[in-house]
Every structure is written in structure tokens, then in C-alpha cells.
């Protein structure tokens, strides 16, 4: 199991502190139970810095693969992680709403401690689609051709409204 890596947020923006590690794909407990498997690295790099109103924010950057389920065919699918996050230190609750109110950027409270590791996998679950799938021509799974004949068949056949229309001018 890797070392966790936890900061004092402000200390680390003061200190203009840059940190980087790779992490197991198999120690993230919660990321775990979206997984194909648990195989492969994920790699982050942590910065603090000021903004231009001098205010402390971090940055993440995270990068990696990892394999999902795809919900068509079940099977294996390779997920690229390359995600960045920039985040807003705030000191109270108040500020978190009013920063929160602004879409540009998000914030979390500069508490004592920041366990790295946990933001790190916030961030990855964060990111992954709603539901993961092949591109049609790469999953293994097929429409049987009676299906997909009878697909064929309604869209080339006329506007449904058509017959209607026969009616209406009979009449």
C-alpha cells in the first residue's frame, strides 16, 4: 500500500508546494466497485498556488487508464484518465456558498488536514461517464439481423402520417 499524502492546504499554497506520486488503481476502495478490474497506475501531481486576487488554490492534474464495464456487451472497456481540477481554498462555510455560487471554479473548505489520496479519487469518480460503452463498431455484442432488418425497414417506409393524409382527401 502507498504512503497517503496529506497537506495542510494553506501551508502547502504559502509554500507554493508541488507534490507527485502514482497510486495502485486497486487502492481506491470506492473507485474499486466500478471497475472491470483493478489493474494499472494512475499517476497526480498536486500544486498550490496563489490567484491573481491572491487567493490560495490548488491545482490536480491526474492521468491514467482504468477498465470499466461496458454496459452493452459487459465486457472490458479502457477509460483514459487525463483530468485537471482547480480548486479555490475558502476558510468557512459562508465563503464555500458564495464561491460555490460562481461556476468558473470550484472550492473545499482549507481544513487541517487534506488527505491527497481521497481528492485524487473524489475526482476520478467524478469524472466517469453516466454509463460506459464500446463504440457500436468495437462492442461485442450484435443486434440479431431480424432486428436490424426490421430497423431498416421502418426507416426508409413512408411519414407515419401519410395514410392519414389518404383519408383526409377521400373525404
Known sequence: MSVRFVITPLDFVRNAGV?????????????????????GVVTYQISGYSDKNNKPCLHLEVKGEIHLRCQRCLDKLTHV?????????????????????????????ATSDLDVFDLVEEEIILSLPISSCHPDDECKIHLPESIESNVDDQSHSAHPFATLAKFKKTN
Open 19 to 39: 507534490h507527485y506520486d502514482k497510486i495502485p488503481v486497486s487502492e481506491f476502495t470506492r473507485l474499486r466497485d466500478l471497475l472491470f478490474d483493478d489493474g
Open 81 to 109: 484518465i487525463d483530468l485537471q481540477a482547480f480548486f479555490r481554498l475558502v476558510k468557512n462555510e459562508a465563503e464555500l456558498d458564495q464561491v460555490n455560487d460562481d461556476d468558473t471554479m470550484d472550492a473545499i473548505l
